[in-house]
């Protein structure tokens, strides 16, 4: 596997790796655990960012988190992304529906496809609504476990449901767009998710 190919596949490793240590360090109590799901998924932006001086600022963020899962608060400090990554999906998800904006996921189509035709416009305005009001929900329920518990429910909800709710809801959009809209030209599933990889920034 050369260098190229480990750097792309090493965010999507991250994102695996970090609900694995997540939940292994909330229901065992493990800090060191703890440590490394947070340097995870922190690692998953600076990657993006491919700037070799972020990196000062990561080893930074580092040794702070070490320091807050010494004290005992890395529990916390993990209810942070799982309730943050939901929100901010939802906020960037609803404010493309504002009047006058392009919903997300119309423009994610359009950078696929070119221009859509209307009924492609209306139905990828419409999924956008779905995922702002997913993501949302995801959000609510997150802060309603947070603040509630049991932690053995956050950690079930938020490093297992929440993504296998998105993955059926990707897998199942998928599968009804070919149904509803067999006129198309639609790329495979795996094609699919490269597309939206790869058009998620520029749009």
Known sequence: MTVA???RALPVLLCVAYPLLSHASVIWRLPQQQWLALLAVLAVPFLAAR?????LWYLLLAGILAAVTHIGGGQYALYLP???IPAAAAATFGVSLRSGRTALITAIAEVARGPLPPELLIYTRRLTLLWTLLTAGIA???LYLTLAGP???WSLH???????LIGAVLVGEFVLRRAWFPAHD???FMEYLRIVARARPRA
């Open 140 to 142: 609510l329920v997150t």
């Open 186 to 188: 639609h790329p495979g």
């Open 158 to 164: 938020t490093n297992f449901l929440s993504y296998a």
């Open 5 to 7: 190919r480990i750097r």
């Open 82 to 84: 799982a309730l943050l």
């Open 51 to 55: 700037k070799p001086a972020a990196w």
């Open 151 to 153: 932690l053995w429910a």
